[in-house]
């Protein structure tokens, strides 16, 4: 090993490193390694230059500028850095710089949000999202309780379930609060979605009737594809599922007897109802 003395000490040693040129004003340093993945030490100097390992320097390292290091540098660890970093442009660190740091603030900007901001009992209710990690787990928790399921982001980070869960019955008239989190970027999506309800409404052919006589009932709004009873007096005459569009209708008889007659027709799945009086002449 060639080692230089304190007499050439305003001389300057200019040698590759892993690289990069390491100019050290003042003591002359000695080297006894420079392959690129093993380490140099240099006397005069505090630590060891390394390649993926952790560099301890108190000198000035240039690379196309000039470099203060007071601390570690270790590739996916903490780095503690009390100089100023210059390539090209200054810039002054004085914390801790770690490889732990949640990966949402490093490269990860995920964003999840429903297929229905407002929906009805029945419909179906998905999710979709982007700029997950690509590969990452998602879960996805809300709706006091009842959803509680994961999806995996695809190789653009981006996940899609279409028919996450369907609106149940008892979620009609409320709020539904729910929390999309990817496990590695760790960036919740929170949002919250409104549950309306159905207003059916039925129409009598007519509202003057003779007694025994045949009438027709429709009705409108009620949940698509539910069962639909018809009931004349609270006694059911008739049954029918409405349609894609929540629509019905009945064929029924008027009473043999009375002035009046109370028509009911009550969803069996939404327990909603609409009712109507029509009258009777003898």
Not at 171 to 177: G, V
């Amino acid at each position: 090993m060639k080692t230089y003395s304190n007499a050439t000490t305003r001389k300057q040693l200019v040698g590759l490193i892993l690289g990069i040129y390491v100019v050290v004003p003042g003591i002359l340093l000695a080297m006894n390694n420079t392959t690129p993945g093993g380490s140099s030490v240099l006397s005069g100097l505090q630590g060891i230059v390394t390649s993926g390992v952790g560099s301890v320097l108190s000198g000035v390292v240039s690379a196309s500028a000039t470099s203060t290091l007071g601390g570690d540098v270790v590739s996916g660890a903490s780095s503690t850095i009390g100089g100023v970093i210059v390539s090209g442009t200054s810039s002054t660190l004085s914390g801790t710089v770690t490889g732990t740091s949640p990966q949402s603030a490093l490269q990860y900007y995920p964003n999840a949000v429903p297929t229905l901001w407002y929906a009805l009992p029945g419909q179906w209710l998905g999710f979709y999202g982007i700029g997950f990690a690509p590969g990452e787990t998602i879960r996805i928790t809300g709706g006091n309780g009842v959803v509680d399921m994961s999806a995996t982001a695809d190789g653009a980070g981006a996940f899609n379930i279409s028919q996450a869960v369907m609106i149940p019955f008892d979620w009609q008239n409320t709020t539904r609060t729910f929390t999309i989190r990817g496990t590695t970027s760790q960036w919740p999506s929170v949002f919250t979605i409104v549950v309306g309800t159905f207003y059916p409404q039925i129409s009598p052919s007519t509202y003057w009737i003779g007694v025994g006589q045949s009438m027709s009932v429709s009705g409108i709004s009620f949940a698509p594809g539910e069962n639909v009873r018809m009931y004349v007096n609270e006694t059911q005459v008739a049954q029918t599922t409405a349609d894609s569009n929540g629509s019905v209708s009945f064929t029924i008889t008027a009473p043999s007897s009375g002035s009046s007659a109370t028509l009911t027709a009550r969803g069996e799945s939404s327990g909603l109802s609409s009712t109507r009086v029509i009258y009777l002449r003898q």
